[in-house]
Each structure stands twice: as structure tokens, then as C-alpha cells.
């Protein structure tokens, strides 16, 4: 299976701050990634699809970028409603696989 | 606006089975693909497994092959998850989900408690 390793763990950060999350894959996955982002008790929320492709009312703060095995996802000016989990996940073979998470902390 | 709904969650004991079940309105179901993903409690997002729009083709992650079964009844639009020979580490939320672009659609989950 393809591995997906996500880093920081933990980002601690002000309203304000342009944040960057890293996602490595094993093997190349071409674009075939996305990204989501997870509240406490919610339902994890897509934010990008094929690794640079805003989904529909995510705010353009939000950008991702990368190809082959190395992705980030930006936020531009980071928000109180953005502090939460982001996850990455490929879909590029048969079976997908979620990086294990980055807890955007308020610093 | 579509709408996502699991059900069949519960405590069970270890080595039981159960089935979970994700019930889809406010979209065409059966032209997509469906997923079932969970979380255990204060981890990470893990994939399950995935049914093609028809039903024909199915994926499993490793965790689950040999115990999960997905499928799918199209003409009540819902996804179903056969779970059997539950362990304790098999306890979290499980979520379906739509794969449109990626997972776009996902429904609020079901508590899955496996324990003695």
C-alpha cells in the first residue's frame, strides 16, 4: 500500500499566519490527492481535489500544490474558523490511504 | 444537496458481527461510487474500503479483508458495511462517503464499540 506521511504533527500559529502542511507519498501517486480539514466531532470537510483543485465554497485562502510524491497545502492568512485537523489522503491506487493527520493549534 | 446518513452502530462483543448501513438522498446514488472510512477515538482517518456505482468492483484495505464486506442496494439508495469477527481495535466511527472529485459527501457517522 502507499504510505502517506504528513508533517507537522502539531503547527501552532496566529490568526493571521500563512501555514504550510507537508504530505509525502511512498511511491508516485501523480495528483491524485486530497486534502480535508476535521473539527472535534464532525465529519472530516472537503478543501482539495487532484492537489491543486479548490472544492466548491472553500475559501481561497485555502491552495494546494505538488505532483508525483511531494504535496502542501497553504493557508494564506489563517483564520479562526481554520483551526482544526487537516488530513491528506491519494486515491491513486486501489486502496486509498489518509496521511495521519496535522492539528492546527492556536499558538 | 446531497445527505448522508449511517446506522447500525452499537457496542457488541468481540467476535460478533454487524452491519452498518448509509442511506443517501438528494443525489443521483447510483452513479457513484461509495466509501466507507473510519476513526478510532483520537486517531486518524482510515480508509475501508470502496463499491463501484454498480456494484461490481470492490476494494478493501488490508485491515479489513477476509472480516468487511461492502454492498449496495441502488434501488433504496444505500450502502451497506458487513463487519464480522469485530475486535477491540475495530472500535470508532465509521463514515460513508460519495467519491465524486474525491470524497466530497460524507455522512455524520456511526459508533462502532467493540468490548467485552
Known amino acids: 500500500d502507499i504510505q502517506m506521511t504528513q508533517s507537522p504533527s502539531t503547527l501552532s500559529a496566529s490568526v493571521g499566519d500563512r501555514v504550510t502542511i507537508t504530505c509525502r507519498a511512498s511511491e508516485s501517486i501523480s495528483s491524485w490527492l486530497a486534502w480535508y480539514q476535521q473539527k472535534p466531532g464532525k465529519a472530516p470537510k472537503l478543501l482539495i481535489f487532484?492537489?491543486?483543485n479548490l472544492e466548491n465554497g472553500v475559501p481561497s485562502r485555502f491552495s494546494g500544490s505538488g505532483s508525483g510524491t511531494e504535496f502542501t497545502l497553504t493557508i494564506s492568512s489563517l483564520q479562526p474558523d481554520d483551526f482544526a485537523t487537516y488530513f491528506c489522503?491519494?486515491?491513486?491506487?486501489?486502496?486509498?490511504?489518509f496521511g495521519q493527520g496535522t492539528k492546527v493549534e492556536i499558538k | 444537496q446531497a445527505h448522508l446518513v449511517e446506522s447500525g452502530g452499537g457496542v457488541v462483543q468481540p467476535g460478533t458481527s454487524l452491519r452498518l448501513s448509509c442511506t443517501v438522498s438528494?443525489?443521483?446514488?447510483?452513479?457513484?461510487?461509495m466509501h466507507w472510512v473510519r476513526q478510532a477515538p483520537g486517531k486518524g482517518l482510515e480508509w475501508l474500503a470502496d463499491?463501484?456505482?454498480?456494484?461490481?468492483?470492490?476494494n478493501y484495505a488490508d485491515s479489513g479483508k477476509g472480516r468487511f464486506t461492502i454492498s449496495r442496494d441502488n434501488g433504496k439508495n444505500m450502502v451497506f458495511l458487513q463487519m464480522s469477527s469485530l475486535r477491540p481495535d475495530d472500535t470508532g466511527v465509521y463514515y460513508c462517503a460519495r467519491e465524486s472529485v474525491a470524497l466530497d459527501y460524507w455522512g455524520q457517522g456511526a459508533l462502532v464499540t467493540v468490548s467485552s
Open positions: 438528494g443525489l443521483t446514488f447510483s452513479t457513484y461510487a
Open positions: 463499491i463501484s456505482s454498480d456494484g461490481s468492483k470492490k
Open positions: 487532484k492537489a491543486s
Open positions: 489522503q491519494q486515491y491513486d491506487s486501489y486502496s486509498w490511504t
